[in-house]
Nanobody, 127 residues
Framework: QVQVDESGGGLVQAGDSLRLSCTIS????????TAWFRQTPGNEREFVAA????????VYADSVKGRFAISKDGPKHTVYLQMNSLKPEDTAVYYC????????????????????WGQGTQVTVSS
């Protein structure tokens, strides 16, 4: 059974940094694309960043490009989201998600394309 566990959220001030972690267990870690999404109350889940299964490519939403960085650590079975220069509009619940399809070429950006989700971690950025 695949399990996705996020951690690292918290309350920070504008301009601060935060690193989220996503640990995936229950299957071979390195063969699946993984992404981060975020959601605020009353809104749909929004794509933030994704990393290809082999780490060779990353994609970002325009709103976080240049400030956020997604990476993965194979031996630790963990995907990270380093968030720098945080803004109040980054406040959301952040979710990690991973696919069930092995080694798909391009990480998708739509929530419906991801099969396994974590419970979410709250990030709050004060002004």
């Amino acid at each position: 059974q695949v399990q996705v566990d996020e951690s690292g959220g918290g309350l920070v001030q504008a301009g601060d940094s935060l690193r989220l972690s996503c640990t995936i267990s229950g299957r071979t870690f390195s063969s699946y694309n993984t992404a981060w999404f975020r959601q605020t109350p009353g809104n749909e889940r929004e794509f933030v960043a994704a990393i290809k299964w082999n780490g060779a490519a990353t994609v970002y939403a325009d709103s976080v490009k240049g400030r956020f960085a997604i990476s993965k650590d194979g031996p630790k079975h963990t995907v990270y989201l380093q968030m720098n220069s945080l803004k109040p509009e980054d406040t959301a619940v952040y979710y990690c998600a991973t696919e069930a399809t092995r080694q798909r070429n391009n990480p998708p950006r739509l929530p419906k394309d991801y099969d396994y989700w974590g419970q979410g971690t709250q990030v709050t950025v004060s002004s």
